[in-house]
């Protein structure tokens, strides 16, 4: 058995669940593609495939940079810039993430267009610029936006305890060194903390994809959108939430085989 795991490395680091997961999962997609009506559902919904995929990626990527500025503005040694960080992050992380989506969306994107109508309103009134319209804002956009508030404020903790994990002492002796605390922050401390919020970080993009089915209840055409639509146009409610879960399976599974990999080599590099 050793042996086996001498020669097969990634093999030995896939825990036993999500091997039987994966066997499982096997099984259904195989019963599925022989299946007609099982073909029809899925190329019904994979066109939400890419929704679903483009939300993510764009919002956990402005969340993460987000997160990052607020991560360094909760260790700030100002305090009026450390407790709007925290007023931020505490607020952020205690409401439900639906409730963020119709906040953004029918509160957040409505003001929005007033406060730049307002900005513009010379440059409207010379005709410059056209008045911009609520409807401008596609859902899409909001949505992205909703997710990117809501997790901005999770990331903004992973990247705070890891910054406060790197040992004190080297950002004493990269000042002492004659560096500026931003750039001790910038070559030493920051490039360590990456390491160690990488997995965590990687974590949090599999809850993103998984978060990302609430999109669909301001009708974005995501997996689970055209999922509903179709099994309330078929009756098919088994068959198309069967393909619903099995793509959701696909995505957090690979995210999270990819994680483990990840976090092997990490341990392994230090």
């Known amino acids: 058995m050793k042996a086996a795991h001498r020669r097969f490395p990634l093999f030995s680091s896939i825990p036993s669940w999500l091997l039987a997961a994966l066997f499982f999962g096997c099984i259904a997609t195989w019963h599925m593609v022989r299946s007609e009506s099982y073909g029809v559902i899925f190329s019904a919904l994979t066109r939400g495939l890419y929704t679903t995929l483009y939300v993510s990626l764009i919002a956990y990527a402005a969340a993460t940079a987000l997160g990052l500025l607020f991560g360094l503005m909760r260790i700030s040694s100002n305090r009026v810039i450390r407790e709007v960080a925290t007023f931020y992050i505490e607020i952020v992380r205690g409401i439900p993430m ?33 008045k911009i319209s609520v409807r401008d804002i596609s859902f899409v956009v909001r949505a992205i936006l909703a997710l990117t508030l809501g997790y901005s404020a999770f990331i903004a903790e992973i990247f705070r305890a890891g910054i406060e994990a790197i040992p004190s002492g080297q950002m004493e002796a990269a000042i ?39 999109v669909s209840a301001l009708g974005v ?29 696909a995505l957090t599974l690979s995210l999270t085989l990819g994680v483990r990999v990840l976090e092997k080599r990490l341990d392994a590099s230090r």
């Open 98 to 130: 639906l409730i963020i989506l119709y906040y953004i969306a029918f509160v957040g994107a409505p003001s929005l267009v007033k406060g730049l109508n307002w900005v513009a309103s010379p440059l409207i009134e010379a005709g410059l610029f056209d």
């Open 176 to 214: 002492a060194s004659g560096m500026s605390r931003r750039q001790a922050m910038q070559h030493v401390i920051l490039p360590q903390a990456i390491r160690t919020v990488l997995p965590p970080l990687a974590n949090d993009f599999v809850a993103m994809i998984k978060d990302s089915a609430l």
């Open 221 to 249: 055409q995501d997996i689970t959108q055209l999922g509903k639509v179709y099994s309330a146009s078929t009756f098919q409610f088994f068959e198309t939430y069967n393909v619903v879960a099995l793509l959701y399976l």
